[in-house]
């Protein structure tokens, strides 16, 4: 019988969710569980590489299969006063800080990177809840992005920083994909969704697609783009707002 990778992760991530807000939190603090489940999250990681491929495409669709409803996770209107107030104005005065391990840092504002050459493409959203919608997303290849700051020979990872926090924790949201994933021909930093500007619930003015990975992976309200050789001095060091809080860093679908 074969084993649908998806399937499996979702039941995994829903059993350490439910073991972690049963009250187990104290179990899963113990570091030799911290070495399993470490141990267990690299040969996953491993294995989905392998079975999918570096240059692997997500599917794509054709308009006839986009969603009627596009379900929006996460959060849906960030309180941060800085965005609200750019949100306000049409995100005018908004601009992509791209910094870290890079030669050249710079910043974009949205005109700039709607004049870029662009990529559409018609994609499955996975959330790790159980659903899923197909959509219309284009924007800017981040590759573009990178080729123009130009990563530094230590840099590994990109960290995206986010405008809004989830009402249970203080914490900003952030994710992040390495390097690879970040030239993949699919990942890109989205500005339109079914062929209009990002709508505030799904992360205007900009966020990250990365199609080959859950929804959890795909940052929204996008603020700034840090190029890091470790994720282990961010947040809880586990690369990413909910792998903080037991998700897998890499959500292979």
Same mark, same amino acid.
């Given at each position: ?56 495409? =997500? ?24 965005? $609200?107030?750019? =949100? ?66 230590? =840099?590994?990872? =990109? ?5 809004? $926090? ?88």
């Amino acid at each position: 019988m074969s084993l649908d990778r998806r399937n499996l992760l979702q039941r995994g991530l829903g059993f350490a969710a439910t073991l972690w807000l049963g009250g187990c939190d104290q179990l899963s603090a113990e570091p030799w569980l911290q070495q399993v489940l470490g141990s267990a999250e690299k040969v996953n990681s491993w294995l989905q590489r392998r079975l999918a491929g570096p240059g692997s495409l =997500a599917r794509e669709y054709t308009e006839a299969d986009i969603s009627r409803q596009f379900k929006a996770n996460g959060s849906t209107d960030p309180d941060d006063p800085a965005y $609200r107030a750019m =949100a306000a104005n049409g995100f005018a005065d908004w601009r992509l800080r791209i910094h870290g391990l890079i030669e050249r840092p710079m910043e974009f504002s949205l005109a700039e990177l709607r004049a870029m050459p662009a990529r559409t493409q018609i994609t499955r959203h996975d959330c790790v809840e159980g659903w899923s919608c197909i959509g219309k997303w284009t924007g800017v290849p981040l590759a573009a992005l990178l080729d123009q700051v130009a990563p530094g020979p230590r =840099a590994r990872f =990109a960290v995206f920083h986010c405008a809004d $926090r989830l009402e249970q924790w203080d914490d900003n949201y952030y994710e992040s994909i390495d390097l690879g994933e970040a030239r993949h021909p699919q990942t890109i930093l989205a500005y339109e969704m079914n062929g209009r500007p990002l709508p505030v619930p799904h992360g205007a003015p900009l966020r990250l697609r990365v199609e080959r990975q859950l929804g959890y992976k795909m940052a929204k309200y996008v603020m700034a783009i840090e190029l890091v050789d470790s994720v282990a001095h961010i947040g809880g060091g586990r690369g990413g707002y909910w792998e903080d809080r037991g998700y897998e860093w890499y959500a292979g679908i």
